[in-house]
Each structure stands twice: as C-alpha cells, then as structure tokens.
C-alpha cells in the first residue's frame, strides 16, 4: 500500500513538472505575443492579452493531452477537446478579469499584471484538467 501511495506522488509531482514546463512556454508564447502587440501595433492591452492568450491556448492543448494529463481515452477527442476549450475561455475570462482590475483599477503596469493573472489561471487550469480531463 505504501508503495502505491509513492507510486502516486511520483506520477503527480512529474506532472507537476510537465504542467509547470508547459505553463512557462506558454507564457513566453503568450507574454512575447501580448508585448508585440501591444507596443508594436499599438493595440490596446486587454486585446493584445486576448489573442496573445487564445494562441497559446491551441500549444497548451496539443502538449497538455499527449503529454501533461492521462486524459480519459473513454471521451472522443472532439469531448475532450471541447472541455477544454470551456475551460480555457473561463480561463481567458478570469485572465481579462485579473489584467483589468490590475491595470485599470490599481494602475499596476500591464506587463506586471499580466504575469499575475498568468499566476492565477495557471492553478485554475492545473486543477480544473486534472478533474475534467483525466480518467
């Protein structure tokens, strides 16, 4: 039993580190393509967040269920895919959400708070794949 239970915690914290490698290159994905935007094209931060965090989203999906979570093979691909994405545009809505009141609300610079929204999504999203995703 005790073995099993080490078993666990071994599995669990090596996906800890595949989640955690996974959220940084995303983030360089994300943070690189929000900062182009915005300083480059001028667009305004909360659009720039959006789409920078929408095309991570799509690398996040295809490393999260080949590599990162023991997704439920019993679901479709098109079911898991579409959980997912549920999940990610509540994650896009908490992302804005943290990145408005931050910038707007308590002036902090926008590339700051974006780090910190970057923060709280990514351990709403370990938690919701792991009980949506997995079998």
Do not use: C, P
């Not at 800890?16 to 935007?37: E, P, W």
């Amino acid at each position: 039993m005790k073995e099993q239970k080490g078993k666990g915690k071994k599995e669990l914290f090596q996906q800890l580190v595949r989640f955690g490698f996974v959220g940084v290159s995303a983030f360089i994905i994300d943070y690189g393509i929000m900062i182009l935007l915005t300083e480059v094209f001028h667009i305004n931060y909360l659009v720039s967040s959006g789409i920078s965090f929408s095309v991570s989203v799509i690398y996040n999906y295809i490393l999260s269920i080949f590599w990162v979570f023991n997704v439920d093979k019993q679901k479709s691909g098109i079911a898991n895919f579409a959980v997912f994405m549920v999940l990610s545009i509540i994650g896009l809505g908490i992302n804005q959400l943290v990145m408005w009141i931050l910038v707007d609300k308590a002036q902090i610079f926008y590339m700051l708070s974006k780090i910190v929204a970057t923060i709280v999504v990514s351990v709403y999203n370990f938690i919701t794949r792991k009980i949506f995703l997995e079998e």
